[in-house]
């Protein structure tokens, strides 16, 4: 019974992080998430910072999504932009690292943003040769989620063909609820297999 407690422990959705972009062109705001630790000492961190954009032709914040990694061999961190955004002020900015993979090849999290132009990317960093794919969720989900269901998306594991295992939660009962398949490299979701085993995140 305790490695099946475990196994579920293991497979939990990350905390989530969200902040509101700020509304003052004097302040520039940094959010991090807790540190993730992986396999060999690893570390990730994921963090947005926001600012006005300071155009002359508008005034609107930008916010800008990074991923830091420490390995114990490392004198500082590596630093991957994953993405910048430019949009209303007072939108909320949301992180969610879900963590290492069990190999520390990759690292698979979740921004999300509301506002005018809400948006919800996927991230899938590869150690190995430093790519990152992201994807924006709406497209493969469109089709799939129920009508009226805004979920929340959380990356908690992988399978051993390399899927990506979402969860996603939504504040009412929705079909789309639970757990989903999905390639990083696109394709349509599905559920995972009966029996199919999923390799949690560390985090």
């Not at 509101?20 to 630790?37: F, I």
């Not at 493969?140 to 992988?158: E, H, K, T």
């Not at 929705?174 to 995140?201: H, V, Y």
Request: charge should be neutral; charged fraction near 15%; glycine fraction near 12%.
């Amino acid at each position: 019974m305790l490695p099946l407690i475990l196994l579920a422990a293991s497979i939990l959705p990350a905390p989530q992080i969200i902040v509101t972009c700020v509304d003052t062109g004097a302040t520039v705001a940094t959010a991090r998430t807790q540190p993730a630790g992986g396999p060999g000492g690893l570390t990730a961190v994921l963090e947005v910072t926001s600012s006005d954009d300071y155009s002359k032709h508008s005034h609107q914040c930008t916010a800008q999504y990074r991923l830091a990694i420490v390995s114990a061999a490392s004198a500082g961190p590596q630093v991957i932009d994953l993405l910048t955004s430019d949009a209303d002020y007072g939108r909320s900015l949301s992180l969610s690292l879900g963590g290492f993979s069990k190999d520390g090849k990759r690292v698979l999290g979740v921004l999300s943003e509301g506002g005018k132009d809400p948006f919800t990317t996927l991230f899938d960093y590869h150690a190995g040769d430093g790519s990152v794919q992201l994807v924006d969720l709406a497209k493969p989900f469109r089709g799939v989620l129920a009508a009226g269901c805004s979920p929340r998306y959380d990356a908690i594991g992988a399978t051993s063909s390399g899927a990506i295992v979402l969860e996603l939660h939504s504040p009412k009962p929705c079909s789309s609820n639970g757990r989903w398949l999905l390639d990083s490299a696109g394709g349509k979701p599905r559920r995972p297999p009966p029996g199919e085993p999923i390799l949690g995140l560390s985090h």
